[in-house]
């Protein structure tokens, strides 16, 4: 039987939010016992929800970790702290971004930098936290489309660990929980909502794992993450108001011919995305107006020099999938 079988999905017209809660609350607390554990918090909705489970089974035993990967959006980690200190949880970072471009250094391969993301994590950046807390326990939101995409192949999870053999004891000493496993993301949401998360948490698009370096097609660098970084700003202003799954920007590798200031120049390419889907096992792009995407185009190359094209993705997922590495 496959680790997919085994692992039983709770549909969302099927979720009792509140029993389920309780359900989680009390594996958590069973699990760490008395001891300490680390929540890895990057702010989307999946990992808020761990670390309010989290705390609300162990309290201040739970300690939360947001990781500054130097691959994340403009101003996420004080967002974050922000959002979080409200709702009276303090949340620990760890600058972490050349640990991040030392292992993304070279590799192209999207599998590999999915590869050298994991790595960089439970390898190089949770041990580390883990000892100076003095705790084996580490909890983190792989939800259920995680799991499948992984185990069947399409796109392997940064996060996804026992589900494709590893174990976590003998390879990053520690044990992992995962407590929205059975879940997907609308299910989530439901949860977070009940857990009492702000509507900007519980609405909020999602967002990789390996943040900007799943926008990056070709070798991660900090020149290339700037770009991105810039092309995701100005995509979710626009885009925010359209109430889409998920939109994003992706930076292309190839450099292409265009014209500034009266000039030839090889500049970059943006790709936007906008999604409609329920849950991201499938999803198909929001027929966006040409005047709106004229205007997203307009603001990406006057507002980032480097770039000269920005192109629209019109495949559905699949065959095409909502991230592009």
Known sequence: MSRLKRLKEIPLEKLNAKKFILEKTK???AKVGAEKAICALSGGVDS???AMLGHKAIGNRMKTYFVDSGLMRDGEKEEVIETFKQLGIHVNTIQASK?????????????????AITFAFYRDVFPKIMKR???KFLLHGTNYTDIEETVKGIKRQHNILSQIGLNTIKEFGCIVLEPLAELRKPAIRVIAKEL???KEIYERVPFPGPALAARVIGEVT?????VVRKATKIVEEELRETNAFQYLAILHED??????ENKRVFGNQIEVRCWESEDASKARPTELSYQKLARIAQRITNEI?????????????????IEAV
Request: proline share 9%; hydrophobic share 35%; net charge positive.
């Open 48 to 50: 808020a929800v761990v």
């Open 196 to 198: 009492g998360l702000p």
């Open 305 to 321: 020099p480097s770039v000269v094209s920005v192109t629209y993705n019109i495949s559905k997922k699949p065959p095409s999938t």
């Open 99 to 115: 640990i991040f471009f030392n292992r993304l250094k070279g590799i192209k391969d999207p599998e590999k930098k999915r590869e």
């Open 222 to 226: 900090l020149q290339k993450i700037a």
């Open 27 to 29: 594996e958590i607390q």
């Open 255 to 260: 450099k292409i011919t265009g014209i500034k």
């Open 133 to 135: 807390e003095g705790t």
